[in-house]
């Protein structure tokens, strides 16, 4: 398998833009998670699916932040429109039972 | 809710010197433990887990860790680090009785061994 895929790698875009971010989990993981990674803040869960359905999305930052899973093999990231404190790396993760998660690469986004 | 403390935020140490890293979780009930390496420029990978049975757990590379559930930690440790351990460590959690399916992370150890 080739392990959790996400698109862009790396984003930099202007304030006021819209970006979004892709990610492909894992075949067979019913568990979906996006996370953003800061120096301030570290790790932190913005929301999971489990079987496309969004679970938990406590972790999302504001409404300009949306995800959407629809269908098992894909989901979005979207934040709009993006600011400069947005920048941070972003992973998704997928786990079969949400205990083991694996970690995509992560996508770098710099909002100017 | 549940939170988890990684006191040392940078360690440096140099090679074949022994490591241990701490982690301190705030939760009283039944948890699942969890630790995970980010090489520089790479994802996080899995280093090890517990969920119950023996609180010593082996890992891969060399790397263990004990769960002591009086301390309410789940220290990593390695009996002599190499160059390439040079990554930042995430110890995370999972409290079982919330029904949460998520983790949480603490805020990363960096680790920077020196040749």
């Known amino acids: 398998d080739a392990g959790v895929i996400q698109s862009p790698r790396h984003e930099v875009t202007e304030m006021g833009q819209e970006v979004t971010l892709r990610c492909k989990p894992i075949?067979?993981?019913?568990?979906l998670f996006w996370y953003r990674q800061t120096m301030m803040r570290g790790l932190e869960l913005l929301i999971y699916?489990?079987?496309?359905?969004?679970?938990?999305d406590s972790g999302m930052p504001e409404d300009r932040f949306s995800a959407k899973m629809p269908n098992a093999s894909f989901s979005t990231l979207k934040i709009q429109p993006s600011e400069p404190r947005d920048s941070a790396v972003y992973f998704c993760?997928?786990?079969?039972?949400?205990?083991?998660?694996?970690f995509g690469p992560g996508t770098r986004l710099t909002v100017l | 809710a549940q939170s988890v403390s990684q006191h040392n935020h940078h360690v440096i140490l140099s090679e074949a010197a022994s490591l241990e890293l701490g982690c301190n979780y705030s939760?009283?009930?039944?948890?699942?433990l969890f630790w995970y390496v980010q090489y520089p420029g790479q994802h996080l990978q899995l280093l090890l887990k517990?969920?119950?049975?023996?609180?010593l757990v082996k890992g891969i590379k060399g790397f263990e860790a004990e769960f002591i559930k009086s301390k309410f930690s789940f220290n990593l440790r390695k009996p002599s680090v190499q160059w390439s351990d040079t990554a930042e460590y995430f110890c995370?959690?999972?409290?079982?009785?919330?029904?949460?399916?998520?983790?949480?992370f603490g805020s990363g150890t960096r680790l920077q061994v020196q040749p």
């Open positions: 993760a997928s786990s079969r039972d949400f205990l083991e998660q694996f």
């Open positions: 075949s067979g993981h019913d568990y």
């Open positions: 699916f489990n079987n496309n359905v969004p679970i938990d």
């Open positions: 939760y009283g009930g039944t948890v699942n």
């Open positions: 517990y969920f119950s049975g023996d609180p």
């Open positions: 995370a959690v999972n409290a079982q009785d919330t029904g949460r399916r998520a983790l949480t």
